[in-house]
């Protein structure tokens, strides 16, 4: 019973700690979500249209979501970032 409680007051520490959510993109459902998906969120977050983010997002990999990262930590606009880590431009 103590590991049970244990596990879930974990679970709950990371699953809504803050200071993670607050530097991360990730949700919690965000697991299930392909790098595609993710990139276009990001992107349409930043206020671009659905039509532009798929064509600065096809291709995206697990890859693509670290270089985006990266990028937009130097200062880069996520939808520049998109187009450089997937090599269009």
């Not at 998906?37 to 670290?66: F, H, P, V």
Request: hydrophobic share 40%; aromatic share 8%.
């Amino acid at each position: 019973m103590k590991k049970l409680l244990g596990i879930v007051v974990l679970g709950i520490f990371i699953g809504y700690n803050p200071l993670s959510i607050k530097f991360s993109y990730a949700g919690l459902l965000d697991i299930f979500k392909s790098p595609l998906e993710i990139c276009m969120d990001r992107l349409e977050a930043s206020g671009l249209k659905s039509s532009y983010a798929a064509q600065d997002c096809s291709g995206s990999t697990r890859a693509t979501l670290k270089c985006m990262d990266r990028l937009e930590a130097s200062g880069l606009k996520p939808s520049y970032a998109a187009q450089d880590c997937t090599g269009k431009k």
